[in-house]
């Protein structure tokens, strides 16, 4: 029981110090008045058994007075304190000849099944109290003996062991209602992974955990691409089943010990310690590992994911929600400029067939204006000619270099230049393998030495 034991044993230790001063006060009382009351040496003897008795109470107060002591021993302090209760009144017993001494142990085997949490603590000053309280009374003269009493030890014991086991039920199903809501309250129910909330408390002790041993943490954040029209176009059902193959991808890309976390939506979160694996790393190996878990198709959802990275160093004053924040924006920019590059303005006039400098010319066709022949496409069976729009042979257009000015078609401004192709011969097509024109197809990778700088 992780959650109850340390609250009910600090909450005995809280109130023991009290009630052993209590008890240890009433003893001292009982030492004085017991001479008056017994002339003689039975009274002296009493008395001496009280001052003992107020000796162990007064004892447990003063050693469980002091929180850590609380912590460690009330348990122990209460089974000693009752064993010397009970045996002061085995021998009260016995020297006053008289059974009725047996309420005292009675009422202490009753606050042994109250007090305590533990089995063998019970066990131990149940037997423990029997074995004194029957060697007192074997110990008596005949006669003076009744079976009335060992009744009354016999239902006394089972109405403690009895408290016990119910008090011990009711902790155990406690303890399981507060492991389960602390649970839930830190994990998202549809992945298994941990939500926001159980990320960033785990987050945080790695954080300080890689701070006193001089390392760095890196957090990485992963936005599922695609989600959205997932969604929309086929239903929630389909997203949750693409948010499950993520958090699977995720447990078998990254490590045991590192922290996994569904942020929120289409959203994931990653903290690792050390510098960790870079975002476009991730990406691929995610790629990888989405293509081969899902069970969807390409017309429903292109596994992909977006990921951005930071990474703080020990001497960095920075908690665990400031580096996922980093890796957020992190995460933005890469996507930002990937999108700014697969897919322009020139690549969607180039898709409808229409030339990207139509405005400067009059919108003429990519057929008639390029050259473009129909039956040069991949899988025509024309390869000598080469799939693709053609230059065409026209001396007309271009007016003087003999070739296209700008990029190619379907080639976006904002991308590294390349030798143009000799007269004549065909462009590379734009929807070939590997083309870094066109966003990647299923299982091929971006081409990310094409990513303009991030945008602000």
């Known amino acids: 029981m992780a959650h109850i034991w340390p609250a009910y044993d600090g909450g005995i230790g809280r109130v023991l110090p009290g009630v052993a001063a209590v008890v240890a006060a009433l003893y001292v009382l009982s030492a004085v008045i017991s001479p008056m009351d017994r002339p003689g040496p039975q009274g002296v003897a009493i008395s001496v058994l009280a001052a003992f008795c107020a000796l162990v109470a007064g004892s447990v107060a003063w050693i469980t007075r002091e929180e850590s002591a609380r912590r460690r021993r009330s348990q122990q302090a209460i089974l000693g304190m009752t064993l010397a209760i009970v045996g002061a009144s085995c021998l009260q017993m016995m020297i006053t000849v008289d059974p009725r ?6 009422i202490s085997i009753f606050g042994l099944g109250a007090s305590l ?58 303890d399981v209602a507060l492991t389960t809501a602390e649970r839930l309250s830190g994990e998202d129910p549809l992945t298994g992974l941990a939500n926001r909330r159980g990320a960033l408390i785990a987050g945080e002790r790695l954080v300080a955990e890689a701070r006193r041993s001089n390392e ?4 990485l954040f992963i936005d599922v691409d695609g989600l959205k029209s ?25 490590r045991a010990g590192d922290i996994l976390a569904r942020w929120g ?9 050390g510098p960790g694996p870079s975002a476009i790393d991730t990406e691929r190996r995610m790629q990888a590992r989405l293509t081969e878990l899902t069970s969807l198709s390409d017309d429903v959802w292109r596994p992909f994911v977006s990921v951005g990275a930071a990474t703080m160093g020990p001497w960095q004053d920075m908690t665990a929600k400031d580096l996922s924040n980093m890796a957020d924006q992190d995460m933005i920019a890469r996507r930002t400029a990937r999108r700014g590059s697969s897919m322009t303005a020139d690549l969607r006039d180039r898709d409808r ?35 693709g729009p053609v230059y065409p042979s026209d001396p007309s257009y271009p007016p003087s270099s003999g070739r296209p000015a700008g990029p190619p078609p379907g080639r976006h401004r904002g991308a590294p230049e390349f030798p143009a192709p000799p007269v004549g011969e065909p462009w590379p097509d734009p929807r070939a393998h590997n083309s870094p024109y066109l966003p990647p197809a299923r299982g091929q990778w971006p081409n990310t030495d094409d990513l303009p700088p991030a945008r602000a």
Do not use: K
């Open 230 to 254: 997932v969604n929309d176009e086929v239903d929630h059902e389909a997203g949750d089943e693409v948010l499950r193959t993520v958090a699977a991808g995720l447990l078998e890309v990254f």
């Open 101 to 106: 001494q047996t309420t005292s142990v009675v």
């Open 353 to 387: 067939g229409r030339d990207p400098r139509a405005s400067d010319r009059g919108g003429r066709d990519y057929p008639e204006h390029y050259g473009f022949r129909a039956d040069s496409g991949p899988g025509s069976g024309a390869g000598d000619a080469g799939p």
């Open 216 to 219: 760095g943490v890196t957090c």
């Open 117 to 174: 949490l533990s089995r063998r603590y019970l066990i131990a000053g149940t037997l423990m109290s029997w074995a004194m309280w029957v060697g007192a009374a074997l110990a008596l003269p005949s006669g003076t003996w009744s079976s009335y009493w060992f009744f009354v030890m016999a239902a006394s014991t089972a109405i403690a062991v009895g408290a016990f086991i119910a008090r011990l039920n009711s902790f155990e199903a406690l």
């Open 265 to 273: 939506g289409d959203e994931f979160v990653v903290f690792t310690r």
